[in-house]
């Protein structure tokens, strides 16, 4: 059982719902970045997505494109993620990570020394958004034997014969894209989300949790209520964006995670 | 499975979209059931007559194929060697070999109902095709264009808005075409449900490396019988200049299995291929890795980001290279070859002086590559290089680069 299992067990024990927050790593810089990773916990995030900086990430808005060109720019790199990581490790043993990002610099580190290293580091699950059920073995299939979920993303395009696929070989939870679209881009509607959680969750026991486009904390209380939980990026990485301190970008996830924990 | 056919190199790709490692389908969920069903679509099209007698009646009344087998005979004398020929593909419709792709793609948009077309374009001669045949067919067109290469590219720009098409200078990154790609993927991935996405080069997720090269393939198969006719024969070499590698593509798979061909490709060495990357050459320059959907030699740094390629011509200026090049590269049957942005201005200039031919700056690269090699070579080796576009829009370029001054004619 990793941290994500552990996790949505003591949620679903509770009858709450999570709250994930997206932040990526060495945006501004290291040290800024640890600031706020390490605030996480205490500001009610259950499970921390940690972006992987990389020059070309296709699925993603001008937020966090931006966001990882600040990170390249202040030296971050795979590496030095991980060592993030280990240095959240330190103080805190609970609260899960999950890396997201794009396959290529996983490839370029070598997809077994990159398992060995991230487990080592402490991180409990992947999000690799280039990485569809047809590529599985390249680092879904290992990932999963080195004792990391590999979290998939399921969309509005995905249709029902696929979506068994989409399960298969998944774990941890499932990350249900709310939009055709961006990240940051258009606003989640509950209303048409509901019933595309219902169609997952009939073929999986897995939780679902719902990302882009939910920017406020009433948003994300309207996207728990209909899912296992909530996931915010955009709107955290622009504050950084803008400059403001690692408390301000805590206080404000503070009240994202109050949101969704009221559903 | 007969002995000829598991020596082959022409049966790629596998039913992954693998040309050995190279290739795949490294695309975001969103996108994948749409991949699949242009696979599908495509695997359906390909096998049906009805859209080749199409394609053929097109391509001979709207874009003026077969494009002339050209011996050079002034150039050859200069070069004092070997016999060269020039497929002329600059003398098509839009100049350049771009539009043989893109009716292949935008008569399957139609097929599968997609009102809207959007295309990524580095020199923007592959824009301008694609808005060209969205007129004809009266599609709607949205073209990513580098900002950087909106700058130097401005004649292609002001085409593609005569044809109707919308323009979106692309801002992230340097602004190049490895941006523009970013940007039209993540557009697709917005408007994915009315949107076909036309690529220009023989790289994405599969099918597009196979389906870009099937139809332009056209240009090595009409290559062939034409050296028939001239020669008797098969070349004995053919060069082409890559950036993704189309027209490459397109004149080399028709002669894979002809072992008696040397086949070369030149890629964009830029400022020279060293260690300050300034340069487009993945092959001679890169190494595998993952981008825009497949997996093939890349320009990257040691964290395994991607860098922005440096070359005088904007159609070659990618980080990286259609898959089944990297895997002709890593068989050996195709060698690859860089030359620097010097080498091609002076190429350009040899075409324009010897034969009365402006080229665009990618083929120059692929001439550079002819002029170097011809004189050691015997007058009765034939060569065939791949003339792939004119270079009406490099002007500007390269009156800049011989340091010209374009006003002094105001």
């Known amino acids: 059982m990793t941290r994500i299992d552990a996790r949505f067990a003591a949620l679903r024990a509770e009858g709450r719902k999570a709250f994930v927050a997206y932040v990526m790593a060495g945006d501004p810089d290291f ?35 931006l966001a990882g060109q600040r990170a390249l720019a202040a030296g971050q790199t795979l590496k030095k993620t991980l060592a993030l990581v280990q240095a959240f490790r330190e103080d805190e043993d609970e609260a899960p990570i999950v890396l997201m990002g794009y396959y290529n610099p996983i490839m370029n580190h070598g997809v077994e020394p990159f398992l060995r290293d991230a487990k080592a ?20 299939i290992p ?54 959680v219902d169609r997952i969750k009939a073929v999986t026991d897995l939780p679902v949790v719902v990302g882009f486009g939910i920017k406020t904390p009433d948003a994300g209380r309207e996207i728990a209520r209909i899912a ?36 | 499975m007969s002995s000829e056919l598991i020596n082959s190199f022409k049966t790629g790709p596998d039913e992954n979209g693998r040309f050995g490692t190279f290739g795949g389908r490294f695309v975001s969920e969103t996108l994948m059931p749409l991949i699949l069903d242009l696979e599908t679509e495509y695997e ?15 391509w001979t009344h709207y874009v003026g194929r077969p494009s002339p087998l050209y011996f050079a005979e002034r150039l050859t004398d200069r070069l004092g060697g070997a016999k060269i020929y020039m497929k002329r593909d600059e003398l098509n419709h839009t100049g350049a070999h771009k539009i043989n792709n893109v009716l292949g793609q935008i008569i399957l948009a139609r097929r599968m109902g997609k009102s809207r077309i959007i295309a990524e374009t580095g020199a923007g001669q592959h824009g301008v095709a694609t808005a060209t045949v969205c007129a004809k067919f009266g599609l709607k067109c949205v073209v990513y264009m580098g900002a950087h290469d909106v700058e130097r590219q401005k004649p292609n720009v002001f085409r593609m808005k005569l044809l109707g098409a919308e323009v979106v ?60 006719e001239a020669e008797g024969r098969l070349p004995d070499t053919v060069i082409a200049a890559i950036g993704g590698g189309s027209n490459a593509m397109g004149l080399f798979h028709p002669f894979l299995d002809d072992r008696s061909v040397r ?96 080229p665009a700056l990618e083929p120059s690269h692929a ?39 374009m006003t002094e004619f105001d």
Request: net charge negative.
């Open chain 1, 228 to 263: 296992d939980g909530a996931v915010v990026g955009s709107a955290i990485v622009d504050l950084v964006g803008k400059g403001r301190p690692p408390a301000e970008v805590l206080d404000f996830i503070r009240k994202l995670a109050d949101g969704a924990h009221s559903a």
């Open chain 2, 169 to 228: 200078p692309v801002t992230s990154g340097r602004g190049t075409l490895k941006d523009a790609m970013n940007d039209a993927l993540r557009d697709w991935v917005t408007y994915v449900r009315d949107t076909f996405y036309c690529i220009g080069t023989v790289a994405g997720p599969h099918p597009y490396p196979a389906m870009v090269r099937d139809f332009q393939s056209i240009i090595g198969k009409e290559a062939r019988s034409q050296m028939n």
């Open chain 1, 121 to 140: 580091a402490g991180v409990d699950g992947l999000i690799i958004v280039d990485l569809p059920p047809e590529e599985d073995d390249e680092l879904c």
């Open chain 2, 367 to 405: 001439l550079a590559h002819v002029a170097k090699i011809a004189p050691g070579l015997p007058s009765d080796h034939v060569i065939c290089m791949n003339m792939c576009g004119r270079g009406d829009k490099d002007i500007f370029t390269v009156a800049k680069a011989l340091d010209w001054n």
């Open chain 2, 44 to 58: 359906k099209t390909k096998t049906d007559q009805s859209f080749w007698d199409e394609m053929d009646h097109l």
């Open chain 1, 143 to 196: 990932a999963q034997e080195a004792g990391l979920n590999f979290i998939r993303l399921a969309t509005p395009t995905t249709d029902e014969r696929r979506l068994p696929k989409v399960m298969q070989n998944t774990s941890g939870f499932v990350y249900y894209v709310s939009i055709t679209g961006i990240t940051g881009a258009a606003n989640a509607v509950a209303g048409e989300v509901g019933p595309e």
């Open chain 1, 31 to 65: 040290e800024s970045s640890l600031e706020i990773l390490k605030g996480l916990p205490g500001a009610g995030v259950d499970v921390i997505e940690l972006g992987l900086p990389f020059t070309d990430p296709m699925a993603d808005g001008p937020v966090i494109q």
């Open chain 2, 263 to 358: 086949i070369i490709g030149v890629e964009a060495g830029g400022k020279g291929v060293d260690d300050r990357m300034e340069h487009c050459a993945s092959l001679t320059g890169g190494r595998p890795g993952v981008l825009h959907g497949n997996r093939t030699y890349l320009l990257q740094d040691g964290d395994g980001q991607i860098l922005e390629g440096f070359s005088i011509s904007a159609g070659l200026d990618y980080p990286g290279i259609g898959p089944e090049h990297s895997w002709l590269h890593e068989t050996g049957r195709a060698e690859y070859v860089s030359v620097t942005d010097q080498e091609a201005l002076k190429a350009f200039q040899l075409s324009c002086e010897t034969e009365g031919i402006i």
